[in-house]
């Protein structure tokens, strides 16, 4: 079931690293600007300073914590593509599960399990909604007449 091309297995944790370095530069760095902005002392001018500042200082970590998020993720997904010798959706909810437990590792059994929980839920969810998007758009190009009319009778 492939939905969509993807990279082959060794370059894939590089494209998906960068790509959440970048989701996470983005996302963290707009998150940091209204923040930094809401905490800064009245004034445009103060504002704006304490705006750029928040985003030069936390955007960087925002986006390298995706992107350790996302080239682990991709380095369990990769070896289970080896492991199983097939590339389904268990795959992305199990490197989903792994990835949470180890990145929870430091904080203990208890945390590790509760983070893995999470992020197989959350994979599971996603990869959920993919599979029903791709079933809804290929039933949209299966019926040629959306609205149910019999056309039988029409002559051209």
Same mark, same amino acid.
């Given at each position: ?26 996302? #963290? !760095?707009? +998150?940091?600007?209204?923040? %930094? ?9 103060? $504002? *704006? /300073? @304490? ?11 925002? #986006? !390298?914590? +995706?992107?350790?998020?996302? %080239? ?9 593509? $080896? *492991? /199983? @010798? ?33 992020? @197989? ?36």
């Amino acid at each position: 079931m492939e939905e969509y091309m993807r990279e082959p297995c060794p370059w894939r944790i590089v494209d998906d690293c960068g790509g959440a370095f970048t989701m996470g530069i983005i996302g #963290g !760095g707009v +998150f940091q600007a209204v923040k %930094g902005f809401r905490n800064a002392p009245a004034g445009v001018g103060h $504002r *704006l /300073r @304490g705006s750029m500042s928040a985003v030069r200082i936390r955007a960087p970590q925002i #986006g !390298g914590s +995706f992107a350790v998020w996302g %080239g682990l993720f991709s380095t369990i997904d990769c070896g289970l593509v $080896r *492991l /199983r @010798g097939k590339e389904d959706p268990w795959n992305s909810i199990t490197s989903g599960a792994l990835t949470g437990a180890v990145l929870a590792s430091r904080s203990g059994p208890l945390a590790m399990v509760g983070s893995a929980l999470m992020g @197989g839920i959350l994979l599971a969810l996603i990869e959920g909604v993919g599979i029903l998007l791709t079933r809804y758009t290929a039933q949209q190009f299966q019926n040629p007449n959306p609205f149910g009319e019999d056309t039988s009778h029409m002559t051209h």
